[in-house]
Nanobody, 121 residues
Framework: QVQLVESGGGLVQAGGSLRLSCAASGSISGIITMGWYRQAPGKQRELVSTITSGDNTNYADSVKGRFTISRGNTKNTVYLQMSNLKPEDTAVYYC???????????????WGQGTQVTVSS
């Protein structure tokens, strides 16, 4: 299975920027789509952005124009560049992968442990 580790979270002032990184290891050849989700206090987890192996991307309306997802060329990584951050962006951000297992011939999801992003006003 795919193992995911996030990094780059932290505390930033409103209007600032952060870049989140997600490193994938394990059965990385089976990854179809990678993306980011977030969960704010008192809210359900929501999709932030996704990117496919063909570099197709999509974004939640709330982050469109401010966040950019990208995939590394030489490493098995995905990035989320977050700009013009707002207090409402405060959440735990999770990296996720949708993958297909050649061993079991079944699709599966893999999740990172999450990284805290806090935006102060």
């Amino acid at each position: 299975q795919v193992q995911l580790v996030e990094s780059g979270g932290g505390l930033v002032q409103a209007g600032g920027s952060l870049r989140l990184s997600c490193a994938a290891s394990g059965s990385i050849s089976g990854i179809i789509t990678m993306g980011w989700y977030r969960q704010a206090p008192g809210k359900q987890r929501e999709l932030v952005s996704t990117i496919t192996s063909g570099d197709n991307t999509n974004y939640a309306d709330s982050v469109k124009g401010r966040f950019t997802i990208s995939r590394g060329n030489t490493k098995n990584t995905v990035y989320l560049q977050m700009s013009n951050l707002k207090p409402e962006d405060t959440a735990v951000y999770y990296c996720a992968a949708y993958a297909f297992s050649i061993a079991t011939s079944r699709p599966y999801d893999s999740w990172g442990q999450g990284t805290q992003v806090t935006v102060s006003s």
